[in-house]
């Protein structure tokens, strides 16, 4: 099989997931990427994304970390109008989670989402002026430079066809337009420490498993220019440290995180033994915990944290043949 990044055509396995198997991660020889094998289609993928994945009213998190929420989206619409100052935004793959969709409108956007599922969140918003397309990304139907921003946060390593997505995110924007993507960093040290056992890996949801360096050879062959990155986030990395190195231990895999969710949004029932494996979890998190804020601020001096937020300008010059 020929990489869908590159179209290299050799490749070599970089582990298998114990917990999950016949699930590998695969790594091309050519571009770099990793891959995740076998890659599911729409319809078994849908299995993995239950109800519970999102929560009820699109909150997943018990009542203080929603609140932590609330404020990382309002940072991070900030942080999109510091180089974009205003126009019409795309967010693809946005959720039921709302507070970003809003922060932006609330900042002087024209918010425009796209969504597999339609929430009940939506219809209230669009009495606002919100506009939502409730279907694939690729599906979507926006004509030619619609749009000053699209943002894929988290979205892009879930999409099967990454190359089409981008192109068709670059079709959308005006030239200049900004497209934002935020991902997991597969260079970063936690991933390299923890392989199979990184929180950020999600199998089988992430397809591709990216590094810097694979997503920006991939923007600029396909007609944009990367003009700032961020090396670390404070509302996924340090957490990301901590579940991470609690699954290298062998305990259950994501137990804090299932912790952390409501009632609504849990993975998976607590058993007897899972309740004795929470006992322990908590017992060791002052000193996980200490451990994982270190890691986070080295992650930080070395520039090379859990996960990356790449912003870029279309270019007038099409994409690279
Ligand atoms: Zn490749």
């Given at each position: 099989?020929?990489?869908?990044?590159?179209?290299?055509?050799e490749s070599?396995t970089l582990?298998?997931i114990?917990?999950?198997r016949?699930?590998?991660v695969?790594r091309?020889?050519?571009?770099?990427v990793a891959?995740?094998?076998?890659?599911?289609?729409?319809?078994?993928?849908?299995r993995?994304?239950?109800?519970?994945?999102?929560?009820?009213?699109?909150?997943?998190?018990?009542r203080?970390?929603?609140?932590?929420?609330?404020?990382?989206?309002?940072?991070?619409?900030?942080?999109?109008?510091?180089?974009a100052?205003?126009?019409r935004?795309?967010?693809v793959?946005?959720?039921?989670?709302?507070?970003f969709?809003?922060?932006?409108?609330?900042?002087g956007?024209?918010?425009?989402?796209?969504e597999?599922?339609?929430?009940?969140?939506?219809?209230e918003?669009?009495g606002?002026?919100?506009?939502?397309?409730?279907?694939?990304?690729?599906?979507c139907e926006?004509?030619?430079?619609?749009?000053?921003?699209?943002?894929?946060w988290h979205?892009?390593e879930?999409?099967?066809r990454t190359?089409?997505?981008?192109?068709k995110?670059?079709?959308?924007?005006?030239?200049g337009?900004?497209?934002?993507?935020?991902?997991?960093?597969?260079?970063?040290?936690?991933?390299?420490?923890?392989?199979?056992?990184?929180?950020?890996?999600?199998?089988p949801?992430?397809?591709y498993?990216?590094?810097l360096?694979?997503m920006?050879?991939?923007?600029?062959?396909?007609?944009?220019?990367?003009?700032?990155?961020?090396?670390?986030?404070?509302?996924?990395?340090?957490f990301a440290w901590?579940?991470?190195?609690?699954?290298?231990?062998?305990?259950r895999?994501?137990?804090l995180?299932?912790l952390?969710?409501?009632?609504?949004?849990?993975?998976?029932a607590m058993?007897?033994a899972?309740?004795?494996?929470?006992?322990i979890?908590?017992?060791?998190?002052p000193?996980?915990?200490?451990a994982?804020?270190?890691?986070?601020?080295v992650?930080?001096v070395?520039?090379?944290g859990?996960?990356?937020?790449?912003?870029?300008?279309?270019t007038?010059?099409?994409?690279?043949?």
């Open positions: 099989m020929s990489c869908a990044i590159c179209g290299g055509s070599g582990f298998d114990p917990y999950l016949p699930f590998r695969d091309c020889s050519t571009c770099g891959v995740t094998v076998p890659a599911l289609d729409v319809k078994e993928i849908s993995y994304y239950p109800s519970t994945y999102y929560g009820k009213g699109g909150r997943k998190f018990i203080l970390i929603e609140s932590l929420v609330h404020l990382s989206r309002l940072r991070r619409a900030q942080r999109i109008q510091r180089y100052p205003q126009g935004i795309l967010d793959g946005c959720g039921g989670r709302t507070y969709l809003e922060s932006l409108h609330d900042l956007w024209e918010v425009y989402g796209n597999l599922t339609d929430f009940p969140e939506f219809k918003l669009e606002r002026g919100f506009r939502f397309q409730i279907r694939d990304f690729l599906a926006y004509p030619e430079k619609t749009f000053d921003a699209v943002v894929f979205v892009l879930h999409l099967p190359v089409e997505a981008v192109r995110a670059r079709g959308m924007l005006r030239t337009g900004m497209l934002v993507l935020a991902l997991p960093n597969r260079s970063s040290l936690q991933a390299l420490w923890a392989g199979p056992h990184w929180f950020h890996l999600d199998i949801r992430h397809y498993h990216f590094t360096e694979t920006k050879d991939l923007l600029i062959r396909q007609g944009f220019e990367i003009f700032y990155v961020s090396h670390f986030s404070f509302e996924q990395d340090l901590i579940q991470s190195i609690y699954n290298k231990m062998g305990i895999h994501n137990l995180y299932n952390l969710r409501n009632r609504h949004a849990r993975i998976y058993s007897p899972l309740i004795l494996q929470s006992l979890v908590l017992s060791l998190l000193a996980v915990g200490l994982s804020v270190i890691l986070f601020f992650d930080i070395r520039r090379r859990g996960s990356m937020e790449i912003y870029a300008r279309k007038a010059h099409g994409p690279n043949p």
